[in-house]
C-alpha cells in the first residue's frame, strides 16, 4: 500500500496542493465529454497515457493529494485506513483497459508515476510503460542496471541493496558481478534514464496526450504532457480534483476514471478484458528469473522516430488559459476547426467553475526525482 511506501520515503517539505475538493461533471457533460474522448482517441495517430496514483484508488490502493490521500491525511495528523496490500492489490478496470488499447493500438505509450506494479499485473508489456518513479515489483542491478521481476513487493525503499546476486547470464547477458537494489526512488534521486527518455520522446511524438487520475504538481512527469501541445498536439485530464495543467487542457473530465474509460470502450465498441491472476509476471517470477529491462533496440528505434517528427521543429508556446490572456485564448478557438472548437469550448466553461480552485503552487522545480502523482 502506498502507505508503507510513504513511511518508507525521507521527510520532505514540499509536497504541492493537497487536499483540493473533488468534482464531478453531469451526467450530460460526462457523457458528452467521453464522447469526445472516445473521437480523439480514433483520430489520433500516437497517444501517450500518463497515469497517477488516482487510477489505484478502486483497487483500494490511497492516492497521496485526494481529499483522504496520504499527505493530505499526514497533514493534518492521520493516517489512511487501509485494507488491501501490495500484494493483493488487484489491476482496477483502468489498468485492464490500458493493457486493452495498447493492444489494439490505440494507445501507444504509458507513463506511469505509481509504484503499486498494477501495469505490470495487468500484463503490459515492458517496451510500452514507463515507470518514472519506481516499482515495488522491480529489482535494479547497480552494475549492468538489468532489471528484474520480483515474486513479492519489495521491502525497502530508496534504492537500497538487498545483497542478491545479479543473474544476467540466466537472462542472455554475460556473467555479471553486481548486486541488485530496490527500484524505488526516493525524493531526491534521479528519475531512471531510460524510462524518462522514453516518455520525453513519446510525449513529444505524440498528437495526444490523456492524463489520468494524477494532478501533475510532480515534476518532471507532471510538466511532459506538455511536450504534446508545444509539439502541436492535444492535452485531456480525467480527474477529480483540479490538476497543475488543467489550464492548458483541450478536455477536461472531472469524473472517475474507471467510468470514464468504460463509456469510451462501450463507444469504441471494445470489450474491456478481465484480469487474469495466472498472467501476472510476478507468479512467473517465482520460479524463473524475469528480465524488466527496457531494450536497447527500442529506444533507438524511438531515438529515430523523435528525431524524424521533432527535430528542426520549432515548439510552439503554450497558450495558458486565465482571465489575463482569455483574448489570445478566443483567437486560438477561432482559428481551429470545428471539432477544436467544442473541445475548447467546453473547458472554457469549466475554467469557469475551477476559478476558485486552480492550482497555482510551482512543486519544487528544481527536483528532478520526486514521486508519485
Ligand atoms: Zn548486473
Not at 488516482?54 to 489512511?80: C, H, M, Q, Y
Amino acid at each position: 500500500m502506498s502507505c508503507n511506501y510513504a513511511e518508507g520515503l525521507s521527510p520532505y517539505e514540499n509536497k504541492g496542493v493537497l487536499g483540493l475538493p473533488e468534482k464531478f461533471d453531469s451526467a450530460e457533460k460526462f457523457a458528452k465529454k467521453c464522447e469526445l474522448l472516445a473521437q480523439l482517441l480514433s483520430q489520433s495517430k500516437h497517444v501517450v497515457v500518463h497515469t497517477g496514483a488516482g487510477i489505484s484508488t478502486s483497487a483500494g490502493i490511497p492516492d497521496f493529494r485526494g481529499p483522504n490521500g496520504v499527505w493530505t491525511l499526514e497533514r493534518d495528523g492521520k493516517r489512511p485506513n487501509i485494507n488491501v496490500s501490495f500484494t493483493d492489490a488487484k489491476p482496477t478496470k483502468t489498468h485492464m483497459i490500458l493493457k486493452k488499447l495498447v493492444e489494439c493500438k490505440k494507445v501507444h505509450y504509458i507513463v506511469s508515476q505509481n509504484i503499486d506494479g498494477l501495469h505490470l499485473k495487468s500484463g503490459l508489456p515492458r517496451k510500452y510503460l514507463a515507470e518514472l518513479h519506481g516499482n515495488m515489483f522491480i529489482d535494479e542491478c547497480n552494475v549492468c542496471k538489468r532489471q528484474y521481476i520480483r515474486s513479492a513487493p519489495v521491502e525497502t525503499v530508496g534504492k537500497k541493496c538487498s545483497g542478491v546476486p545479479c543473474a544476467a547470464e540466466l537472462v542472455g547477458g554475460r556473467p555479471c558481478r553486481g548486486r541488485l537494489y530496490d527500484g524505488v526512488l526516493d525524493w531526491e534521486h534521479s528519475l531512471p534514464e531510460n524510462d524518462l527518455l522514453m516518455a520525453e520522446w513519446h510525449s513529444s511524438i505524440a498528437d495526444l496526450s490523456l492524463c489520468l487520475g494524477t494532478t501533475l504538481q510532480i515534476v518532471p512527469s507532471g510538466n511532459l504532457p506538455l511536450e504534446t501541445l508545444k509539439y502541436g498536439g492535444k492535452l485531456v485530464i480525467c480527474n477529480l480534483q483540479p490538476t497543475k495543467q488543467d489550464n492548458k487542457a483541450d478536455l477536461i473530465i472531472n469524473y472517475y476514471v474507471d467510468d470514464i474509460l468504460e463509456k469510451v470502450m462501450n463507444i469504441l465498441g471494445l470489450e474491456i478484458p478481465e484480469y487474469s491472476e495466472a498472467e501476472n509476471p510476478m507468479h512467473i517470477a517465482e520460479n524463473t528469473v524475469v528480465n524488466w529491462t527496457i531494450e536497447r533496440k527500442d529506444v533507438l528505434a524511438l531515438e529515430k522516430q523523435f528525431k524524424a517528427k521533432c527535430k528542426g521543429v520549432k515548439k510552439k508556446r503554450i497558450l495558458i488559459k486565465s482571465k489575463r490572456n482569455s483574448i489570445d485564448l478566443q483567437n486560438e478557438i477561432n482559428t481551429d476547426d470545428d471539432k477544436s472548437k467544442v473541445i475548447k469550448l467546453e473547458i472554457k466553461e469549466e475554467n469557469v467553475v475551477d476559478e476558485n480552485a486552480e492550482i497555482k503552487t510551482e512543486t519544487n522545480g528544481e527536483q528532478n526525482g520526486v514521486v508519485n502523482g
